[in-house]
């Protein structure tokens, strides 16, 4: 059973490592590893090899998951950065709304396109558009 918990190191380590995943049909390319820690694996893997059935599956069975601990934290990263945008995309466009609303009614109390312009920052084109 050690050969095959080496092995499976072994591949994993060669892909660049993929994700814990592989038991559920998916998987995930991880960022290429350096050197030197691809030797400090290749030598921690071999040692994982050396030992008993029970505590080679116990070592492989940390090493997931502080795997899946690190794909889970990528993961709030990303959902955080993805609200920051979302909410930031929200903002300008309801300023953008909020020019059309005011460039509106300047155009129903008679302003000139060109004030409207300078006031609000809009194109003049979409200002004619909304004289329709």
């Known amino acids: 059973m050690g ?5 499976e190191w072994e591949r994993k380590r060669k892909n660049g490592l993929r994700s814990p995943f592989w ?15 691809a030797k400090r694996i290749k030598k921690f ?6 030992m008993e ?4 599956k116990q070592v492989m069975e940390l090493i997931i998951s ?7 934290k990528g993961i709030q990263q990303g959902v955080k950065q993805g609200i920051k945008q979302g909410i930031e995309q929200g903002r300008q466009k309801g300023i953008e709304e909020g020019k059309i609303d005011i460039a509106k009614k300047m155009l129903a109390k008679g302003y000139d396109v060109g004030t409207i312009h300078e006031l609000t920052g ?8 909304l004289k329709k």
């Open 3 to 7: 050969g095959r918990l080496s092995g």
């Open 23 to 37: 038991k559920q049909g998916k998987t995930r390319r991880l960022a290429p590893i350096p050197a030197v820690t």
């Open 45 to 50: 893997g071999d040692e994982v090899s050396q």
């Open 53 to 56: 059935t029970k505590e080679a």
């Open 66 to 72: 502080y795997e899946q601990r690190g794909i889970e």
């Open 122 to 129: 809009l194109p003049a084109e979409k200002i004619e558009q």
